[in-house]
Every structure is written in structure tokens, then in C-alpha cells.
């Protein structure tokens, strides 16, 4: 998703997989909003605790993925659907 695509039209679709195996999908259509004034991910426990491990697997620590992924993009859910 790029940004400037949000800035010009904020609907938008993610698709989410909903078991370890992709075999579930999760998907939302919603309008997208650029946040300001968050804290990098690398500053929440929770994420820390929870993504650590695979990062390393892929040899990336959660600051480089603070770093990479700088925006945070909030999206308000409009409808929801699952397979």
C-alpha cells in the first residue's frame, strides 16, 4: 500500500491469514488514515515479545522493522468477511 495512494482515495482492502497455514483467510474493506505521534513498534513489549523470534529467523531485529515500517496506517473497518 502506498501512501500517496491513501492520500488520494482512503478506502482500501487488507486480507489477513487467519491460521498458521494460510489456508483461512480474513478480509476487511475500510477507509485508511495516516497516524501521527505513535512510538515506534520496537518500543511496545507486546510486539517485542511477540515478533522477536521470527524476525531473527529472517535476520531482522525489531528496530530495523521500526525503521522500514515507519507509518503507522490506522484502518476503521467497514465490512468483514472470512473463507
Do not use: C
Not at 61 to 76: A, G, H, L
Amino acid at each position: 500500500m502506498q501512501l500517496r495512494n491513501i492520500e488520494r482515495n482512503s478506502r482500501v482492502g487488507l486480507h489477513l491469514q487467519a491460521d498458521e497455514w494460510g489456508e483461512d483467510v480474513v478480509s476487511f474493506t475500510g477507509e485508511a488514515r495516516l497516524v501521527t505521534g505513535v512510538p515506534p513498534v520496537h518500543q511496545f513489549p507486546e510486539y517485542v515479545a511477540k515478533y522477536t523470534a521470527g524476525l531473527a529467523h529472517i535476520e531482522v531485529t525489531p528496530e530495523q522493522t521500526s525503521n522500514e515500517y515507519s507509518v503507522v496506517i490506522r484502518i476503521v473497518p467497514v465490512r468483514v468477511s472470512g473463507e
